[in-house]
Nanobody, 125 residues
Framework: QVQLVESGGGLVQTGDSLRLSCQAS??????????MGWFRQAPGKEREFVAT???????VYADSVKDRFIISRDNAKNTVSLRMNSLTPMDTAAYYC?????????????????WGQGTQVTVSS
């Protein structure tokens, strides 16, 4: 089992930055490779892919956040982070981290095996 805990959400204004973190732990986590992803979901909307990073550091971003958000990971600490810059109200959502075993990366939420509880990001105008 893998447990994921997000942190770092909050209330910010348009143009501000936030850094979200996700701490992973569990019996089957290390030393096996695993991909990590960030997704978000706003009220009344479907869960949306944000970014993913493979165990070796390959990254993929949604077009809506490309060049604004940066996903990174620290395998020694079993953490993944999402640095969010130039935030707008359209970024307001609950943000979730997720993991999937293996060496690849994944943009579909259905491909992930473990999910965190989520952390709320609210961007005011």
């Amino acid at each position: 089992q893998v447990q994921l805990v997000e942190s770092g959400g909050g209330l910010v204004q348009t143009g501000d930055s936030l850094r979200l973190s996700c701490q992973a732990s569990g019996r089957t986590l290390s030393p096996n490779p695993y991909a990590m992803g960030w997704f978000r979901q706003a009220p009344g909307k479907e869960r949306e892919f944000v970014a993913t990073i493979s165990y070796s550091g390959h990254t993929v971003y949604a077009d809506s956040v490309k060049d604004r958000f940066i996903i990174s990971r620290d395998n020694a600490k079993n953490t993944v982070s999402l640095r969010m810059n130039s935030l707008t109200p359209m970024d307001t959502a609950a943000y979730y981290c997720a993991s999937r075993s293996g060496s690849g990366y994944h943009v579909n939420s259905d491909e992930y095996e473990n999910w965190g509880q989520g952390t709320q990001v609210t961007v005011s105008s």
